[in-house]
């Protein structure tokens, strides 16, 4: 069975600084792909980032990145320079390739983002 | 485009009521559509799949008789929560995948129904 997990609850910064939010999956299969979600107060989620599992190549878009590591089965998302508007719920989910091909998500890391 | 809209956005009900909640896909056809639930500060749990033309799949622990899913088309599918209980009041949000953007899994978002159950 797949299972992702997001150890950060809560995470709050000021202004500015970089912020690290860690996800770590499990899954038997080979071929599966990897997500991250904005959900803002409004309840939307909001598409950010999609990985397939042979893809390893980090990804920078603005001021956020993520690095995939297959070898310790992490896909960390950092925010640099956060801002304000940052202030949400983030998701990380992961499919298989297989079977329903449903998203299994993370209980989440709240970001507040202090001005 | 990938555009998904879920209607209502919002319901108060008496308990007791059926509520009955709409998710299209307005841009592509989704032979495969999910039913995710989410409480008050908690991590999306999926309820459901939905495939045009056949029975939806349930996951374990969510009641069919409870949540009713219908599939009619491939930009409609449908929840009804049936005979809504206060412990039934969440978050509902549907997704669909566009089944001509490859093995990417790919999922559109719905923007969600908040359900509150008097």
């Known amino acids: 069975a797949q299972k992702v997990t997001q150890a950060q609850t809560e995470i709050s910064v000021v202004e500015k600084e970089d912020v690290t939010l860690d996800c770590v999956y499990e899954t038997r299969d080979t071929t599966y792909y990897l997500f991250w979600y904005k959900q803002p107060p409004s309840g939307e989620l909001v598409f950010l980032i999609r990985?397939?599992?042979?893809?390893?190549q980090n990804e920078i878009s603005g001021r956020y990145s993520w690095n995939f590591q297959k070898s310790t089965s992490s896909f960390n998302f950092t925010i640099t320079a956060s801002q304000v508007v940052d202030s949400a719920v983030y998701f990380c989910a992961l499919s298989e390739d297989t079977g329903r091909r449903a998203l299994t998500f993370g209980s989440g890391t709240r970001l507040q983002v202090q001005p | 485009g990938a555009v998904v809209s879920q209607h209502p956005s919002r319901v108060i009900c008496k308990s007791g009521t059926s509520v009955k909640i709409e998710c299209r896909s307005l841009d592509f056809q989704a032979t495969t559509m999910f039913w995710y639930r989410q409480f008050p500060k908690k991590s999306l749990m999926l309820m459901a799949t939905?495939?045009?033309?056949?029975?939806?799949?349930?996951e374990q622990g969510v009641e069919k008789d409870k949540f009713l899913i219908n599939h009619a088309s491939l930009t409609l599918s449908t929840l009804t929560v049936t005979s809504a209980h206060p412990e039934d009041s969440s978050f509902y949000i549907c997704?669909?995948?566009?089944?001509?953007?490859?093995?990417?899994?790919?999922?559109?978002f719905g923007p969600g129904t908040r359900l509150t159950v008097l």
């Open positions: 990985r397939n599992s042979f893809d390893e």
């Open positions: 939905s495939n045009e033309g056949s029975k939806a799949t349930y």
């Open positions: 997704s669909a995948r566009d089944m001509d953007r490859g093995p990417y899994n790919e999922q559109f």
